[in-house]
Nanobody, 119 residues
Framework: VQLVESGGGLVQAGGSLRLSCAAS????????MGWYRQAPGKQRESVAT????????NYADSVKGRFTISRDNAKNTMYLQMNSLKPDDTAVYYC?????????????WGQGTQVTVSS
């Protein structure tokens, strides 16, 4: 499974961005997907996750009510709509997909996309 993120950039506080994650390869094996982020000097943290059918979504407390995760399985693409952005949201955002191969889960990661929120 290969993952490519896009949509990052520079935005002022209060603004919005929409990240996309396009999956290719053995996409049939993908189960859960999610967005993670890593700010300078900090550990990578989970932002939002979504199950295969989109029926279950989980968000970090810091983004609840502001970010929305979604996926379009027909397009093999996952999205993260980010509204009311804050400077604390500045980080490299990574797409992650869990693929199941012979019953064994594997974490697949994209290369990351930079999001910078200016105050």
């Amino acid at each position: 499974v290969q993952l490519v993120e896009s949509g990052g950039g520079l935005v002022q506080a209060g603004g919005s961005l929409r990240l996309s994650c396009a999956a290719s390869g053995s996409t049939f094996s993908i189960n859960r997907m999610g967005w993670y982020r890593q700010a300078p000097g900090k550990q990578r943290e989970s932002v939002a996750t979504i199950t295969n059918g989109g029926g279950s979504r989980n968000y970090a407390d810091s983004v609840k009510g502001r970010f929305t995760i979604s996926r379009d399985n027909a397009k093999n693409t996952m999205y993260l709509q980010m509204n009311s952005l804050k400077p604390d949201d500045t980080a490299v955002y990574y797409c992650m997909a869990v693929s199941i191969v012979a019953g064994i889960p594997y974490n697949n990661w994209g290369q990351g996309t930079q999001v910078t929120v200016s105050s």
